[in-house]
């Protein structure tokens, strides 16, 4: 490993880690509050091979985060946590992180944690695009093409359009994608992922045929 950002709001805990992975060879970047953890991941080229988030942070929780990295990476995430609820840890990996660590742990198996991951993540580099039918997703570059035309999609059709080209074939009801998108506290209408389906149709040209509504259950991506 040669560079990980790390998300928490503990100092100590921070110069701990950072410490014992510096003695690895290990660069750790620290970031202490949400708000400006989702600045880099919203602004950055994210320039890491893994990251450490907490999930209690100021101004975003790191479920937030968690969420908004899947829609950007498929970088690899471990929640380090003091939560160690049941459902906090499904919900965890309900979102994609790869591993989920309850605190107090020992360094010595977080760095193993990490090494390993980051070893599998790069023997996976090859597989990162999505496709199906006339519609391709490229998770590592953020780039969407449709019938060989790139597609510019804001974060939310991106979202959406990853998940259903993850789900291939299956039919995905709206309450799926308000938990995974929006996220499990958003309380507006579920009428939002119909604008949002109009939207990305609309985007994909031809190709947005493919994306078929079965009323009164949801939405399902097929090949054609």
Not at 46 to 69: A, H, K, N, S
Not at 82 to 109: N, T
Request: hydrophobic share 35%.
């Amino acid at each position: 490993m040669k560079k990980i950002l790390l998300i928490e709001d503990d100092t100590e805990i921070c110069e701990v880690i950072r410490n014992y992975f510096n003695n690895k060879g290990t660069e750790v970047s620290a970031v202490n509050s949400g708000g400006k953890a989702f600045d880099i991941i919203r602004d950055s080229e994210l320039d890491y091979e893994l990251v450490l988030l907490d999930i209690m942070l100021p101004e975003t929780d790191g479920f937030t985060l968690c969420r908004q990295l899947r829609v950007r990476s498929d970088i690899p995430i471990i929640f380090i946590t003091a939560r160690g609820r049941e459902e906090d840890i499904l919900y965890g990996y309900d979102l994609g992180c790869d591993d989920y660590i309850v605190k107090p742990f020992l360094l010595s198996a977080l760095y193993s944690k990490c090494e390993a991951l980051v070893r599998r993540a790069g023997s996976n580099d090859n597989g990162k695009v999505l496709s199906c039918g006339g519609i391709s997703l490229d998770t590592r570059t953020l780039r969407c093409f449709a019938d060989d035309n790139e597609v510019e999609l804001p974060p939310k059709e991106f979202a959406i359009l990853r998940y259903l080209l993850e789900h291939e074939n299956w039919v995905v009801t709206r309450d799926t994608l308000l938990d995974r998108i929006w996220g499990y506290d958003y309380f507006g209408s579920d009428r939002v992922v119909d604008n949002h389906i109009k939207k990305l149709r609309k985007a994909l040209g031809s190709a947005g045929a493919q994306i078929k509504t079965l009323v009164g259950r949801g939405y399902k991506l097929t090949k054609e």
